[in-house]
């Protein structure tokens, strides 16, 4: 692994992938979703967190991230520029933390690298809620329509909104009588979350009627692992959200245990972005007998692997559910399980993210993610702008998101809200169902069972009630083949 900076910090692995909705009180962005971070031996898979100083030299902050950049960013040609520049760029000109903040930001991006940047104290706290999974807000995941409509994709389970009966499919119009029409996503997110046991009213509309909600704030638990089922022919379903909680490697071990009498496993990685790279290590073990799972090589050169352990805890058949929001951390997890000819994998390429970041803390309570290596799969190969291929392809085109054909818990035209992996219209789901019952069919001796995709899209768009053009039908099944 990359060399220990002096400072505590968090190995991390963030990534470039769009998230259409959010769970209050967590804020993605086309460069902030959180895709792998590992926390550091030396931590303990804790952030340690000094108290603020607030007489912080706005200059000395500007030059604490200068050294720590200079010492440690995984580029030596930081961008393909004379890194001393910086050094002493701003000496004269930096006055107030303010500056430094906006200097630091001009700084980082002169090196080219979306996941080196700046974060606020806001922002900073955030992601270290995010990672401990313990956030505060009323418990809503939200969206933005295509008609700039704030809607409710739904409320957490056990969560204020929850209890207090916020529906899917609602509107918000006004968050304590301010109206949020034109807002961006994440200010009207802002104007929700608070502190603990603060109160908020929301005001929605629901089948054209405004109905006000007091809310109260509380503690979110943000689970990792948002479904844990068997599928109708004894195949156990596990849709794994993302790696960001520590709690991640726990919620998933559980969720192996739900399914244990299952024949075989279809693990759900599409669209998700990762989160702490130690969380993916471990996950791989749970299915791994041996083999490389990762190696990283840092800015001298330097490759380290981690080798498996070789104690799975599943030894059942796995097919990897994988897309092109599936980043960093989850390429990590399914690069292993393809490499190691554990799991066959199906979907679309994954998004292509192989850096390896940190998470710093400052002196003030800001912080920054910064780049520290690169990582190789089990296989080593560099994924970086790549993505991994997929064993079995099957694409879904915007249009079939819009038709019912995508993800079970994605909807963008906002009218299906209640949808479940057991409900037919998943055209990749059901792809890595025929996958599973194939891997199982081998081992017994039996032929396949063909996939018949155009067949299967005019079924599903049938049950949807979705006029079908049969030439561009036939044309999407030839393309994703």
């Known amino acids: 692994m990359a060399r220990p900076m002096k400072s505590t910090f968090f190995r991390t692995l963030f990534g470039a992938v769009a998230a259409v909705s959010i769970s209050l009180p967590i804020v993605s962005n086309p460069v902030s979703a959180l895709e792998g971070i590992t926390a550091q031996k030396e931590s303990s898979h804790q952030l340690i967190a000094q108290a603020p100083s607030p007489s912080v030299s706005p200059v000395l902050l500007y030059n604490k991230v200068w050294r720590i950049i200079n010492d440690s960013f995984y ?3 930081f961008g393909g520029q004379d890194f001393s520049r910086w050094e002493h760029h701003y000496d004269t000109k930096i006055k107030t933390k303010d500056d430094a903040y906006k200097a630091i930001e001009t700084m980082l991006a002169s090196l080219g690298d979306p996941y080196t940047r700046f974060l606020n104290p806001d ?8 990672i401990s999974a313990h956030l505060y807000g009323v418990g809503i995941q939200l969206a933005m329509s295509e008609q700039k409509k704030i809607v409710v994709i739904s409320p957490i389970a056990g ?40 109160k908020v009213s929301l005001t929605m509309l629901r089948d054209g009627k405004r109905v006000i909600v007091p809310l109260k704030r509380a503690e979110i638990n943000i689970k990792a692992v948002t479904k844990a ?9 596990i849709r794994l959200d993302s790696f960001i909680s520590l709690k991640a490697p726990e919620e998933l071990k559980d969720a192996l245990t739900k399914v244990e009498k299952a024949d075989a496993l279809i693990l759900d990685l599409r669209s998700n972005p990762g989160g702490l790279l130690d969380n993916s290590v471990q ?21 380290a692997s981690t080798i498996a352990r070789g104690t799975p805890i599943i030894e059942k058949p796995v097919i990897t559910l994988i897309n092109g929001s599936s980043a960093s951390a989850s390429e990590i997890l399914s690069a ?40 190789l799969t089990a296989g ?8 991994i291929e997929p064993n079995v392809k099957i694409a879904v085109v915007p249009e079939d998101y819009k038709k019912g054909l995508g993800p079970w818990w994605i909807d963008p035209t906002f009218k299906r809200f209640n949808r479940e992996p057991t409900d037919g219209y998943d055209l990749q789901l059901l792809r890595a169902i ?38 561009k039908a036939a044309s999407q099944a030839s393309t994703s083949k």
């Open 336 to 375: 292993a399980l393809k490499d190691n000819n554990r799991s066959v994998l199906v979907g679309e390429k994954s998004f292509g993210k192989g850096l390896v970041q940190a998470i710093q803390k400052l002196d003030d309570g800001s912080g920054m993610n910064f780049s520290i290596a690169k990582y």
């Open 434 to 471: 025929n996958e599973t019952r194939n891997e199982l069919n081998k081992a017994k001796g039996l032929p396949a069972e063909p996939f018949k995709e155009d067949e299967v899209r005019k079924q599903i768009l049938t049950k949807l009630g979705v006029p079908i053009d049969a030439k």
């Open 75 to 77: 580029e030596k040609s």
């Open 229 to 237: 089922i068997i599928l109708p022919g004894n195949i156990g379903y």
């Open 283 to 303: 996950i791989a073990n749970m299915f791994l007998k041996g083999g490389v799972i990762v190696s990283t090589v840092d800015s001298s050169g330097h490759k």
């Open 123 to 130: 922002a900073f706290t955030d992601e270290r809620n995010q």
């Open 380 to 387: 080593g190969k560099d994924i970086h702008k790549l993505g």
């Open 159 to 198: 969560s204020p909104a929850a209890t207090a009966g916020v529906l899917p499919g609602d509107e918000i119009i006004e968050v304590d009588g301010e109206m949020v029409a034109g807002q961006p996503l994440d200010s009207v997110v802002k104007k929700i979350r608070g502190p603990i046991d603060t």
